[in-house]
C-alpha cells in the first residue's frame, strides 16, 4: 500500500500550499494526525524550518503545526488544485 | 431562549443519568483553545488543583453561582482526541466521562477557537453524535475579526450544529454571563439514554466527519460586512498575517535561533539580577526576626526553635520567592504570547539527542532557577516516559541554591586581583552542569528505561499576541500558591529536624559551641572517614549534612563550624576562616583540590530533601526519587574523589 515515491509534505516549496492525498505510517501516530485534522483533500502548506529541517513547521485549517521530519514523511501530498 | 422549554419538559420525563450529580459540568477541548480562561472566568479564579488519585494528572475543580444554584466546574488538561493513546489521556479522558470522585458531568462546555473552528469543532461534535449535552464556547473572535477580517454567527453555528453557541473572551471575561445564561437553559437537560463514550473511529469516518464540519463552519463563517471573500478557497485554512509576519523571524532557521538565545538570556538574566535585591531583602528581614526574638528572650530553648527553626526555615522558602515568581511571571508571558511553543520547536532537535523533546525544554530551563517549579512545570508534557526522564534530570541542573555554595568557593580559588576567573569558573560551571545533567540523565534514563522509543513532537504553534497582563498574574498567582503548598511544609519540616540535629542536646553556650557539642557534630565525626578520601574533615562533614535542609545552608553552617561569628559581612572573616583551616594533621584544609572535590560534589548531588518530597508527589512513586538520593549523592561522592586524588596527581594540591 505504502508507496514511497508518493510526495510528502517535505516535498513542498516552502511558502507553498499541497493538498493532502492520505496519511501513511505506524496506525496510532496516523490516527492523531487524521483526529488533529490532518484529513484528505485538505489543504497543507509547508511554513518555516529549524536548522536541519527538523521540526518543520506547517499550515493547516487556520493553525500552525511543528512536526518532526518522521511525521511530517507521513503525510502525503499533492499539488493543490485549485477551487474554482 | 435557546431550548429552555425543552430542558424542562426532559427534566420531568427523564430522571438525570444515574452516576450524575446533576452540578457538575465540565471543560473540554484541544490545548491552546483558552479552556483555562474559560474556566478562571467562570470561577472567578477560585477553585482548587488536585491530583487524580493515583496519577500525576491534575484536575481543577471550582464552583460557579448561577442564580441560587451552585455548580461545580472540572477543567482537566486539553485533548486532541477522545481515543486516549497514553496513560495520562486516559486518565483525563476517564474523569471527563465521569470515573472520578466528581461523577459524570450533566454538561460539556467544549472551548472552540474561532480561527481554527473545524478541528475544535470536531470533539464537539464527537459528543454530540454519542448523545452527550453538549454547549459550546467559541474563543479568539477578536483575532479572527481583527486580523483574518471575518466575523462568526454564533446563532447559524448553533442552528446547524444542535447546541447552544456563545461567543466569549476568555482574556476579558467578555461573554461570561451569555455563557452561565446558556448553561443554565441547559444543564437539566441530561444525556441522551444511549449516551455512551464514543469508541475509537475509523480513518474514513475521522474524514467524513471533516468534511461536514467544514461545510458547517463555512456556513457560519464569513467576511466582514463590506470585505470581499478571497478567492482562492483558503480563507480558513490560512493564519493570521501578524503571526505569519512575525514568524519569518521567530522560525527563520538561523535567526530563529539567534532571537531564541537572546530570549533566553534576558529571562536569566532577570532572574537574578532582578530577584537579587529583593532576595537580600527578605533573608535579611528573616534574620532581622530571628535574632530579634534571640535577643527578647535569651536563654530560652523553645525561643531558639522559633527563632532558628521555624523563622529561619520560612525564610528558606520565601528567600527563593522573588525569583520564582519573577520565573513564574516571564515564562507567563512567553506562554501566553504564543512565543514558548516556537522555542519548544527550535529545540526539540537538540533535545531529542538526549531522549527528550521540544516540551522539555521549559522544565529543564526553569530548572536553573530552583528544581520544585520545574517539577511542577513537567506536567505540561504530555508523555508520561519524557516527564518522568525530565524530572530524573531537573535536580542536575545548576539550580540558584547552589549559587551561594559556588559564590564562596569559587571565590576562595579566585586569586586576588583577577576577578575574571572567577567569572570564567561560574560559566563553565553552568554549561558543564548543563552538559553533564543532559548527558548523564540521558544515560541513566536509558537504564531505566525511560528512553522513548518512538517520540511525537506534534506540537501546535498557536498565533502570536499582545499577552495580557491579568492572564500572565492570575497563573504566576495560582503556580506560586501551589509552589508554596508543596515546597513549604516540605522545607520548614526539614529546617525544623535540622535545627534539632544542630542544637541538641540543649545547652547554653553560644552557636558555635552548641553546633560542636550537637548530634550533628557527633555524626560529623562519625562519617570523619567519609570525608577523609576527598581531603576534608568532619566540621565540612557537617556543613555538607546541614546543606541537606537547603543547599545555600552549607555557607553559614561552614561559617558556624570553622567558629566564624556571623555578622552583617559573614563573607570575609569566612574566607580568611577558610584560609587559615587546618586539619588534624597540620595540613591545610581547604585547598584547590579538596574545593573543586566540594564543588564537584555539589554539582552532582541531590541535597534538597524539599524537592525529593515534591518529586514523590510529582511521580506518584518512591523509586524515582530514591534513585536520585541515592545515585546522585554516590555519583558525586565518587566524582569529588576523583577529582582530589587527580588533581593532586597532576601536583594540584
Known sequence: ??????????????????????????ENLCLRLLEMGFTPGESIRYVARALFDDPVAVNLRGTLFALRKGEAECIKVCARQKIN | MYQSMRAAEDQLKRPRPRRSPGDLVALIGMPNAGKTSVFNALTHSNYQTVNYPGSTVDYSVGSMT???????????????????????????????????????????????????????????????????????????????????????????????????????????????????????????????????VPSRPSPDEISAQYVRLRELTSRAIGPLPGAKAPKDGLALSGIDGLTAALDRWFLHPVLGLVLFML?????????????????????????????????????NWVVRLLADGVILGTGAVAVFLPQIIILFMILGFLEDSGYLARGAMIVDRSMRSVGLSGRSFVPILSGFACAIPAMMASRAIPSRRERLMTILILPLMLCSARLPVYGLLVAFLTPPGKPWVGGLTLTALYVFSATTGLVGGSIVGGLMGLKQRRATLLLELPALRRPKMKVVLITTMHRTKAYIQKAGTAILVIAVVLWALTNLPVSDGAAAERITNSYAAKLGQWMEPVMEPIGLDWRVGVALICAFAAREVFVSALALMLMVS?????????????????????????????????????????????????????????????????????????????TVHGLRFLGVA
Open chain 2, 263 to 299: 530570549i533566553m538570556a534576558a529571562l536569566f538574566t532577570s532572574i537574578f539580577w532582578l530577584a537579587q535585591p529583593v532576595m537580600d531583602m527578605v533573608d535579611r528581614l528573616f534574620s532581622a526576626a530571628s535574632t530579634g526574638l534571640i535577643e527578647a528572650f535569651p536563654g
Open chain 2, 66 to 196: 448561577l442564580g441560587e444554584r451552585k455548580l461545580r466546574v472540572m477543567d482537566v488538561p486539553g485533548i486532541t482526541s477522545l481515543t486516549p493513546q497514553s496513560q495520562d489521556e486516559n486518565v483525563a479522558i476517564q474523569a471527563l466521562f465521569g470515573e472520578s470522585p466528581h461523577g459524570l458531568p450533566a454538561l460539556y462546555i467544549c472551548v472552540a477557537d474561532a480561527t481554527q473552528l473545524d478541528r475544535h469543532l470536531y470533539l464537539a461534535r464527537r459528543l454530540i453524535d454519542s448523545g452527550f449535552n453538549v454547549a459550546i464556547v467559541v474563543t479568539m473572535g477578536d483575532i479572527l475579526r481583527h486580523r483574518k477580517g471575518m466575523v462568526f454567527d454564533h446563532g447559524k453555528l448553533g442552528d446547524e450544529i444542535g447546541c447552544p453557541v456563545i461567543p466569549m473572551d476568555g482574556r476579558t471575561g467578555e461573554g461570561s454571563d451569555a455563557l452561565k445564561e446558556a448553561i443554565g437553559a441547559v444543564i437539566d437537560k441530561g444525556h441522551s439514554g444511549s449516551a455512551e
Open chain 1, 1 to 26: 500500500m505504502s508507496d514511497k515515491s508518493k510526495m510528502t509534505l517535505l516535498d513542498l516549496k516552502r511558502g507553498e500550499w499541497g493538498t493532502i492525498v492520505g496519511v501513511e505510517g505506524e
Open chain 2, 566 to 642: 556571623s555578622g552583617d559581612t559573614l563573607r570575609e572573616p569566612l574566607l580568611l576562616a577558610m584560609r587559615e583551616a587546618t586539619r588534624a594533621d597540620g595540613t591545610k584544609l581547604f585547598t584547590v583540590a579538596t574545593c573543586a572535590g566540594i564543588i564537584i560534589y555539589f554539582v552532582f548531588a541531590l541535597q534538597c530533601m524539599a524537592t525529593l518530597a515534591v518529586c514523590r508527589k510529582e511521580t506518584g512513586s518512591w523509586r524515582i526519587p530514591v534513585f536520585q538520593l541515592v545515585v546522585y549523592n554516590l555519583l558525586g561522592y565518587g566524582l569529588a574523589v576523583v
